[in-house]
């Protein structure tokens, strides 16, 4: 079954305390991206990846790294989790960067930071 | 900076009902996607518009494209309690990534 997939589905941590949140897509998409989801924001754009060891800045990048050393995989770091990081996060990925084809999502991970 | 704008932010009708949901720009897309988003998933892509005026249908919901190409609007008839969910529209402007609305947050009691 063609999917992406994240894990962990809900994560509690602590203020500091390093996390990676992995994604892993079977389609072998080029293209993937990290959203955070935050009542009444809609989804913004944290880091995206036009194919394997491409990586750009989205829109709230601050506080997070990527790495897209595979096409399948783009795992998203938080090297020191703050409060303000607490979200809900999507994985996605597309066929290519350009064009109209759907963006596929994970089924999100919610992070709590205290 | 482009603006985005859906509306309402929050819709609660009996089953049965028609509504419409729009999403509104400052500026002219290229390109957009509806997306259907249910609790505890991610986003669906439930269409994509391209051309000025242009109207698709899926089943009960019809999708429409401005003509000037900044704004779209979705259209289901005859509600039903699988209809509930947030209804997020994504335009695409001169760049290829996508801007993302907050989204309609639409319950369908039955």
């Known amino acids: 079954e063609a999917q992406v997939t994240q894990n962990p589905r809900y994560l509690i941590t602590v203020t500091g305390k390093k996390l990676t949140v992995t994604c892993s897509q079977n389609?072998?998409?080029?293209?993937m991206s990290w959203y955070r989801q935050d009542p009444g924001l809609g989804l913004r754009q944290i880091y995206y990846s036009m194919n394997v060891e491409v990586t750009d800045k989205g829109d709230v990048p601050e506080g997070y790294k990527v790495s897209r050393k595979e096409k399948r995989n783009f795992p998203l770091i938080l090297e020191s989790p703050s409060p303000n990081q607490t979200s809900l996060y999507f994985c996605?990925?597309?066929?290519?960067?350009?064009?109209?084809?759907?963006?596929?999502f994970g089924n999100g991970t919610r992070l709590t930071v205290t | 900076t482009q603006l985005l704008e859906q509306s309402p932010q929050f819709l609660s009708i009996q089953e049965g009902e028609n509504l419409t949901v729009y999403c509104n720009s400052s500026?002219?897309?290229?390109?957009l996607q509806w997306y259907r988003q249910e609790p505890g998933e991610g986003p669906v892509l439930l269409v994509t518009v391209v051309t000025g005026g242009e109207v698709k249908k899926l089943k009960r919901l019809t999708f429409q494209f401005g003509d000037a190409r900044k704004d779209s609007s979705l259209h289901i008839t005859a509600a039903q309690p699988g209809d509930t969910g947030l209804y997020l529209c994504?335009?695409?402007?001169?760049?290829?990534?996508?801007?993302w609305g907050a989204g309609t947050k639409l319950i369908i009691k039955p």
């Open positions: 994504a335009p695409r402007y001169s760049n290829y990534q996508l801007i």
């Open positions: 500026s002219v897309f290229s390109s």
């Open positions: 996605a990925s597309r066929e290519r960067g350009l064009g109209n084809s759907p963006l596929h």
């Open positions: 389609m072998n998409h080029e293209y």
